[in-house]
């Protein structure tokens, strides 16, 4: 058990909707990054965040957007959802976004949009 | 942005057999990490590596990170059937404003046969 809890583990959802992902990080852990992963595109950095501000972003999409709270805890909005966003959504955290902070991932949330 | 190619993409070997599985990267990263994912679940870190030529061992796993810098590899010994999933390499790389960012590479999915 990495320590991070990813809610909820299955979303099915139609097109053109709306839904939030929530991610808790590890106990002590400041750093929150969300990951997409698809069959044929692997592993893709979606942003990253510490300490409640954006830090980085990567590859996503203006339809999709994240927050983290004072709690730490993340949430990642995905909205006008579309069949290509089907994927497996991955949030890790880390204890800072420094380069000796690994980051450890949840088990992910798999999301169907039929 | 960077690119990662992961080889094998897929291996399948007798149990007993060693593994050995490489990244290789035109450009330079500060670190390289090692993961593996079983399914339904995240990757799960292995091993960290944080200095070029850099050798390190966790169990049967053995990881080194390249002397240029743009590569690494990683090796199992005498497998067993647990090792079976998809190992995954990563590279971090400074993306400013203190932070760094993980490239993935496409992963080995690894069989083992009994």
Redesign the interface.
């Known amino acids: 058990d ?1 320590g ?1 809890t990813q809610t909820p583990k299955h979303l099915i959802t139609a097109t053109g909707q709306r839904v939030t992902l929530r991610c808790s990080p590890r106990s002590g852990d400041l750093s929150v ?1 969300w ?1 997409q992963q698809s069959l044929d595109q ?2 893709q ?1 979606l942003i ?1 965040y ?1 300490n409640g501000e954006e ?2 972003k ?1 590859n996503i999409l203006e339809r999709f957007s994240a927050q983290q709270f004072p709690d730490l805890h993340s949430e990642l909005n995905l909205s006008s959802l579309e069949l290509g966003d089907s994927a497996l959504y ?1 949030c ?1 955290s880390s204890v800072d ?4 902070s ?7 949330t798999r999301l169907t949009v039929t | ?1 960077q690119q990662l190619n992961q080889s094998p993409q897929s291996m399948f070997i007798q149990e007993g057999e060693d593994v050995s599985m490489n990244c290789t990267s035109s450009s330079i990263f ?2 390289w ?1 090692w ?1 593996k994912q079983d399914p ?6 292995l091993i ?1 590596l ?1 200095k070029a030529g850099e050798l390190t061992s966790n169990g049967r796993l053995t990881a080194q990170f390249g002397i240029t810098r743009k590569d690494s590899f990683l090796n199992i010994s005498a497998s067993i059937p647990s090792d079976v999933g998809i190992y ?1 390499c ?1 590279g ?1 790389l ?14 080995t999915k690894l069989s083992v046969i009994p």
């Open positions: 990495s991070v990054y990951y692997g592993l950095f990253q510490y830090r980085a990567g991955f890790a976004p420094g380069i000796n690994p980051l450890h991932f949840g088990n992910g | 942005g500060n670190t990490l993961y339904g679940e995240g990757p799960v870190l960290a944080y995954f990563a971090q400074h993306s400013g404003a203190g932070s760094y960012q993980l490239t993935f590479g496409k992963g």
